[in-house]
């Protein structure tokens, strides 16, 4: 039985559920700043690694800030443009590693998308990141469920982060769809994922388990209209929803 606490008026004719990858998709993981950038920089600038990793750092933090504040997207090369050291993709080998363990998918993940599947809806993702699309697909790939996905956004690819309106209407278009209203979004942040999904007229539901980061804490918490405890509930939550739309 899913724990939930459902809030609001139902939607009329849901069709799709949107999904958040990390911290939502993927359990929560605190990583060390510090760490990921030393990691790239004993790589792209050996010469000056102690510098250029906190250069790199503060670069990440300012590019985290600018999509916070001003919803704008940023990619790993911006984040070595702005730290002065220089880009080059076979660096990121180490730096991926670095990330792995955190970057598996919950194992409610492929048990959920395969019913939300069965029942008819698209399945889609919206990840505020720096990383290329490749990696996500990786990662994807790797667990098994790549392949029932019907859309994903990756905000390196397009010019605004979440919460932007503009960033969830990529999402909702990328399964095909024109209408937020018919879509349900996913998430584990009240600024980028549930305020960000209801001011783009999404229903939304909230995982509450990550440990955000203060830095990336908006200026507005968002009110969701359920609670997930964990993601398995995400399909209750959405069936009552579509069940009470056929009672109408």
Same mark, same amino acid.
């Given at each position: ?20 990858w ?6 929560w993981k605190?990583?060390?700043a ?13 010469e000056?690694?102690?510098e ?5 750092s ?7 800030? !600018?999509?916070?504040? %001003? *919803?704008?997207?940023? $990619?790993l090369? +911006? /984040?070595?443009? @702005?730290?002065?050291v220089?880009?080059? =993709?076979?660096h990121?080998?180490?730096? !991926?590693?670095?990330? %792995? *363990?955190?970057?598996? $998918?919950d194992? +409610? /993940?492929?048990? @959920? ?5 069965? =029942?008819g809806?698209?399945?889609g993702?919206?990840?505020n ?9 990786s ?18 690819e ?11 209407q990529?999402a ?19 600024f ?9 007229g ?20 968002g ?13 209750d ?12």
């Open positions: 039985m899913a724990e939930a606490v459902p809030t609001g008026s139902t939607p009329a004719n849901i069709e799709a559920v949107i999904f958040d990390g911290g939502t998709l993927t359990p605190t990583i060390d510090e760490a990921e950038w030393a990691t790239l920089a004993r790589l792209a600038a050996p000056r690694a102690e250029a990793a906190a250069a790199l503060a670069a990440a933090t300012a590019v985290w800030t !600018r999509s916070r504040d %001003e *919803h704008t997207s940023a $990619t090369e +911006d /984040v070595c443009s @702005l730290a002065g220089p880009f080059d =993709e076979e990121f080998a180490d730096y !991926r590693d670095f990330w %792995e *363990h955190a970057t598996y $998918t194992g +409610d /993940v492929l048990p @959920l998308f395969s019913q939300l599947k069965v =029942e809806l698209k399945v993702v919206l990840s990141t720096i990383w290329p699309r490749e990696w996500h697909e990662y994807f790939r790797r667990d098994g469920v790549l392949e029932m996905l019907d859309g994903a956004v990756y905000t390196s397009i010019p605004w982060t979440k919460p932007s309106p503009q960033a969830f990529a909702v278009e990328a399964v095909g769809l024109t209408d937020p209203a018919s879509c349900v979004y996913v998430g584990d942040r009240l980028d994922d549930i305020w960000g999904a209801k001011n783009a999404m229903r939304a539901i909230h995982v509450p388990h990550s440990d955000i980061p203060r830095v990336q804490v908006g200026h507005s918490e009110e969701p209209d359920a609670v997930a405890e964990r993601l398995a509930h995400v399909h939550i959405v069936a009552a929803w579509r069940s009470g739309e056929k009672a109408d």
